[in-house]
């Protein structure tokens, strides 16, 4: 598992020291102030399971710098991603929807810090956070969307495409340059062997659109991997920004959002 930090109750408002999550970063200072006492600074460790599956959550962990992949088992074995977390979302933030315990690992793809509070703190102060319990849910209802894009994406489009999509939401979510990840890792995140990997790594490097060098991916053209990236980036980060427009502006955006969701689907296994 991971290591403990030592920090406890951080005086993130008092101290003018921002979040760099995103969720955290919504909040109004008064709310900031009220949870940030209960805030736990952590590490993320590379590759380590932050969250096993079947197992109690006990923390909701907002990450602020690194990527954290959400694994679905396919066998006893295997398992393939489903999304990813970075500085815009919650390791565990379904509790706030009622569930108990996690119906998918979350493992640490790329290492960095996150700030954690523990659930039942959460749930003690939620009534006087309704900022927060709304960003989470906005949260929650995007990345059920972009994990059913996911879906359709392994389904319709090349590996390729797949891969520049990946990258392009990798460098959103991780807000850094030079992205530490492996072929064996991504192969087994995106459920493909090594060598599907490493041909379009190839294929891409050749293009210019990045660089690689010990164990590090630089992205040196990001407006060309867009435009080798297929429509599925597009429409997540669409999703996300009608999100964003609606601020949680009552049930119409949000079942208007569903069904463009639903038709991106559809279009993108066609
Ligand atoms: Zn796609």
Redesign the pocket.
């Given at each position: 598992m991971w290591t403990e930090g030592r920090d406890t109750g951080l005086a993130l408002a008092r101290d003018n020291e921002r979040p760099r999550n995103l969720l955290l970063k919504s909040l109004p200072l008064e709310e900031l102030e009220r949870l940030s006492p209960l805030l736990q600074k952590v590490p993320l460790i590379p590759r380590r399971v932050l969250q096993h599956a079947g197992l109690p959550i006990e923390h909701v962990t907002f990450i602020e710098e690194g990527l954290v992949s959400v694994l679905a088992k396919v066998d006893e074995r295997n398992a393939v991603e489903v999304g990813l977390i970075g500085h815009d979302g919650a390791v565990g933030s379904i509790v706030v929807l009622g569930a108990g315990t996690a119906a998918f690992s979350h493992f640490v793809q790329i290492g960095g810090t996150a700030l954690r509070v523990g659930v039942d703190d959460l749930f003690r102060m939620l009534p006087a956070l309704p900022r927060l319990r709304e960003a989470l849910h906005l949260y929650l209802h995007l990345s059920w969307m972009q994990s059913a894009q996911v879906a359709?994406?392994s389904l319709?489009?090349s590996f390729e495409?797949?891969l520049a999509?990946w990258l392009l939401t990798a460098h959103d979510r991780c807000d850094m340059s030079d992205l530490p990840i492996t072929q064996d890792l991504l192969a087994r995140s995106l459920g493909v062997r090594r060598p599907t990997v490493s041909d379009a790594f190839k294929q891409l490097a050749q293009r210019g659109v990045f660089a690689k060098e010990r164990g590090r991916v630089r992205i040196l053209d990001r407006a060309r991997l867009e435009r080798i990236a297929?429509?599925?980036y597009r429409a997540m980060c669409r999703q996300r920004d009608a999100l964003k427009r609606s601020k949680m502006g009552g049930k119409t955006l949000i079942a208007l959002s569903l069904v463009f969701a639903l038709l991106e689907i559809e279009l993108?296994v066609q």
């Open positions: 359709a994406c319709g489009h495409q797949r999509s297929c429509r599925c993108a």
